[in-house]
């Protein structure tokens, strides 16, 4: 019987697969992974007074917008540090993409932010059985992870743009530099994890989170097929640390932020890029727009997901 839909798993070859296939072999021989066409889209950074300190008046004080929209992957993985030899999570192993965030940023229009699941059941070239999507991470790193989102969700050629890997203490870190930053829960959240080595502590109502407490509110997973609702509890979290940013005090402490990060996180985006990426999510207009793909009916205790049927790419970004 042939495979429904459903039940077969997303393989990105179909479109471009010999641009698939050299990725892989550029992967595997060590080649850096940022060798996709980028554009520049950013003027020339002397359009702003140097010196001059940034206010929300302007945002465009901080750094100049981008001249068009820039989407930006942002791969949350599952290790400590970036160089840490294990990820600490269960299974311990190499670290995997734990968070896929797409995000097309602009000054002139809502934030779009794409929450993609990483238990999306994908099948690499050569295997013979389907694995999770935050999986590819391991296996071909930001190369591998770009061509299967540009297949399975219609992305063109080029985007995204800009990548961004940041380990959990990137994540502590940001939220630090924010000066904590404030959510209210529906629920209280608590788990002891000995395997992981954490524990999650999360009271129920309105409260202002540290960056160890918000790294406990978005790995907090009751059970291997609680994904969806642990992208809620997510979004929570971006919702706030989105407001922190665009309020009257994010634009002073950008720069800051930016020098406590830098030795955390992998990008291709220059310091001067980041602070226009900055200045034009301060100056966008909210509420910021957060989105996932939409998933097909799980069928029994699976762990693995399907899209939804029938859809049509692209699938993201709204026009």
């Known amino acids: 019987m042939e495979p429904s839909a459903q039940d077969t798993p997303t393989n990105w070859l179909g479109r471009r697969p010999l641009r698939a296939i050299l990725r892989i072999l550029v992967t595997l021989a060590g080649v ?53 030899a294990s990820n600490q999570a269960a299974p311990q192993g190499p670290a995997n993409a734990d968070a896929l965030l797409l995000l097309r940023i602009s000054s002139a229009e809502p934030l779009q932010l794409l929450q993609v699941p990483v238990e999306l059941a994908v099948q690499l070239p050569g295997s013979q059985q389907p694995m999770a999507l935050g999986g590819v991470w391991q296996q071909g790193g930001v190369a591998l992870t770009v061509d299967a989102l540009q297949e399975i969700i219609g992305l063109p050629e080029g985007v995204p743009q800009r990548y961004v890997v940041m380990p959990r203490n990137a994540l502590r870190t940001v939220v630090e530099a924010l000066g904590e930053v404030e959510v209210t829960l529906n629920q209280t959240y608590q788990r002891t994890d000995k395997a992981q080595g954490y524990t999650v502590n999360l009271q129920a109502g309105r409260q202002s989170l540290n960056g160890a407490q918000a790294e406990q509110l978005v790995r907090y997973r009751k ?41 955390q996180m992998d990008t291709n985006l220059s310091e001067a890029e980041m602070l226009g990426l900055a200045a034009a999510l301060i100056a966008s207009p909210s509420p910021a727009t957060i989105t996932q793909l939409p998933l097909a009916t799980r069928a029994g205790k699976q762990t693995l997901r399907q899209l939804k049927p029938g859809l049509s790419q692209p699938l993201w970004p709204s026009s």
């Open 223 to 263: 059970d291997s097929q609680d994904h969806p609702n642990r992208r809620i509890r997510q979004q929570i979290l971006l919702r706030a640390m989105i407001s922190q940013v665009q309020s009257a005090s994010g634009i002073g402490i950008i720069r800051g932020l930016l020098e406590d990060i830098a030795g």
């Open 32 to 84: 850096g992974a940022t060798g996709w066409a980028l554009s520049t889209v950013w003027p020339e950074q002397d359009r702003v007074a140097r010196g001059a300190p940034p206010s929300v008046d302007n945002p465009a004080s901080l750094a100049p917008y981008p001249l068009e929209p820039v989407t930006v992957l942002l791969v949350g993985v599952d290790s400590d540090t970036l160089s840490a």
